[in-house]
């Protein structure tokens, strides 16, 4: 069985940085990509970062200049800098594989001075 975990989560003030972490456990293959969604109370998940095997990433404007995903294998990486009160959600990690998506439980990351 597939198990996506995230760690690195926290409270944190405006302009401070975080480090997230997703591992997956149980899977004999190499996902195609890796990825974070954030999901803000009464929204919608939406994806912020992917990063995919051959390391190609794209990130969305509004973290642009601020958030880095990288990879090692089956373990994505979130870095986030210059954090901001709007960055305030849940997040989670996706793996993508043969058609099928794979979900982390997720990581409650809040900036608030």
């Known amino acids: 069985q597939v198990q996506l975990v995230e760690s690195g989560g926290g409270l944190v003030q405006p302009g401070g940085s975080l480090r997230l972490s997703c591992t997956a456990s149980?899977?004999?293959?190499?996902?195609?990509?890796m990825g974070w969604y954030p999901q803000a109370p009464g929204k919608q998940r939406e994806r912020v970062a992917v990063i995919t095997r051959d390391s190609d990433t794209n990130c969305a404007d509004s973290v642009k200049g601020r958030f880095t995903i990288s990879r090692a294998a089956n373990t994505v990486y979130l870095q986030m800098n210059s954090l901001k009160p709007e960055d305030t959600a849940v997040y989670f990690c996706n793996g993508a594989y043969g058609g099928r998506d794979f979900w982390g439980q997720g990581t409650q990351v809040t900036v608030s001075s």
């Open positions: 149980g899977s004999i293959f190499l996902f195609y990509s």
